[in-house]
């Protein structure tokens, strides 16, 4: 057997045979390489290609091409035209970046630009397609997968979004709120649930998550009032203010709210009970002395605000339109003067 063992008998031979394997291997390494980046610059221009609608060349492009200035240059530019609102320009401008520029991850943070334009423009499909694009040759990007997300979430996806949001939770596992909410989304438009087994199956997930406090409770108020003060969480007094506000004098449930400071105050405030005099909160007091003087000109209006990058809403939402944030709305109180409708006759 030793016959075969060739370095037994000579070491140099041996010496030699191992070098050149080494060097077979390195440039077989070195051209698969190759051969894999020159595929990706092809996938990537024909991605490119596939949203390219017009023959002509265009200006923009042929500058990045021609002009020395550096990528952060061209990077600013387009974000200032996103800001403008003008998102054909700055796509243009991802677009001859990426066509010109192979470092792979330069091509991953422009990409990641190029669907966040796409999202911002409303090109939902585009952006879809971007944003995969950037995970088939690197799966291990949380941004991807958080706007994949966002774009399924608007297209209600919601079953596709919640496959992503696997891939998510194995890199970011602090995102489970993220899963409770497409959770709850994904309820709220299933055709084959009745509204009963909605109200049952959302209460449910309040007691179990203790998240989404808001979107579950305002379903439930408008659906199952019962239920929801069964099930009603102290702690979310002030950010249920708008929709308990809105409620009807026969929906109250007087034993909750005769334990609840807060629901005291504000229902007082509003002239369905009297079960306090004064409020810490300038516009509950108010209301409370206009109702002693038995003057019901005035009323409430709510804004919305973010709690995390504090913008204003003249809507109620369960995901932050400016920040993408969710679970982060609280209500803003204000007076304004009370319309009382009034049936008009046309004879």
Request: proline share 3%.
């Amino acid at each position: 057997m030793n016959t075969f063992f060739i370095e037994w008998h000579d070491p140099l031979l041996g010496i030699i045979v191992f070098f050149l394997l080494l060097f077979i291997i390195s440039f077989l390494s070195y051209w698969w390489g190759r051969y894999k980046a020159s595929r990706t610059h092809k996938e990537l221009e024909s991605f490119l290609g596939s949203f390219d609608n017009t023959l002509d060349p265009k200006p923009i492009a042929s500058q990045i091409h021609n002009n020395t200035l550096n990528n952060e240059s061209w990077l600013l530019l387009a974000q200032s035209f996103e800001l403008q609102g003008s998102f054909e320009k700055s796509v243009e401008i991802y677009q001859a970046l990426l066509s010109k520029h192979h470092d792979s991850l330069f091509q991953k943070e422009t990409l990641l630009l190029l669907g966040k334009a796409y999202l911002k423009a409303g090109f939902l499909e585009r952006s879809r397609i971007t944003f995969l694009q950037v995970l088939q040759n690197h799966p291990r990007t949380p941004a991807a997968l958080h706007y994949l997300i966002l774009v399924y979430e608007q297209l209600h996806q919601f079953d596709k979004a919640l496959e992503v949001m696997e891939s998510l939770l194995e890199l970011q596992p602090s995102n489970t709120p993220l899963q409770t909410y497409l959770e709850c989304r994904q309820i709220l438009i299933d055709p084959k649930l009745s509204v009963a087994d909605k109200t049952t199956q959302l209460a449910h997930i309040y007691e179990t998550t203790r998240s989404m406090g808001y979107l579950i409770f305002d379903y439930l108020f408008k659906h199952n009032t019962s239920l929801a003060w069964a099930k009603f969480d102290h702690a979310l007094s002030v950010r249920l203010s708008d929709i308990l506000w809105n409620l009807r004098e026969d929906q109250l449930d007087l034993d909750i709210i005769s334990r609840n400071g807060h629901l005291r105050e504000l229902f007082t405030a509003k002239g369905y009970v009297s079960l306090c005099t004064a409020s810490s909160h300038f516009e509950f007091d108010l209301l409370i002395a206009l109702q002693a003087c038995s003057h019901r000109a005035v009323t409430l209006q709510f804004e919305y605000g973010c709690s995390e990058c504090k913008q204003i809403s003249f809507l109620p939402f369960h995901r932050c339109g400016h920040c993408h944030a969710i679970d982060t709305l609280y209500p803003i109180a204000s007076l304004t003067k009370e319309h009382s409708e009034e049936n008009n006759s046309f004879q």
